[in-house]
C-alpha cells in the first residue's frame, strides 16, 4: 500500500518536497456539471440573469481560482500556471451545464488541483449567479478526468 506523500513519519502534515523533481509538462483536466433546472437554465441561456452574462464570469472565476491553488488548499505548491481554459456544454435534456477544466505547466508537481479548482469555482460561480432564480441547483460529479507529465506519465480516467 502506497503511503501518503503529505505525512511525515510521525503522521502529521508537511509539505512535500520537490526539489529534485524534474521540471516537464503537466497538463490535467477535470470536469463537474451543475444541474439548474428549466426555470434558471432558460434563464441562463438567454443572458436573463441580473448578475450579468453566466458564462464570461464563471470562465473568470475558474482561472482566478487556478492561478491561486496554493492560497486555498493547505500543503500545495505554488505553479507557474501556463494556461487554463473552462468550456462549457449545454445539456437541454437535464437542464444542466457541463464544465471541463484544463489547465497546463511546466514544473516540478502536478496540475490536478488546480484543474479541480477551476472546475469547482466555475461551478459555484453559476450557482451564485443562478440562486436569484432557483435554489434547487445541485452541483455533482466534480472529478479529475485525466492528467500528464512527471513520473505517473499519463492517466486518462475518462475521455
Known sequence: MKSLSHLD????????????????FREAVARGRVLLGK????AAVTGGLKKGDLFTVAKIAGIMAAKKVYELIPLCH????????IDFQLDE?????????????KAATGVEMEALCACSLAALTIYDMCKAVSHAIRIEDIRLARKSGGRSGTIILEK
Not at 426555470?39 to 432558460?42: I, K, V
Not at 435534456?93 to 505547466?105: H, S
Open 9 to 24: 513519519s510521525s503522521g502529521r502534515a508537511k509539505m512535500v518536497d520537490v526539489s529534485e523533481k524534474e521540471e516537464t
Open 39 to 42: 426555470e434558471a437554465f432558460e
Open 78 to 85: 505554488p505553479l507557474p500556471v501556463t494556461h487554463v481554459d
Open 93 to 105: 435534456q437535464q437542464f444542466a451545464v457541463e464544465i471541463e477544466a484544463t489547465v497546463r505547466t
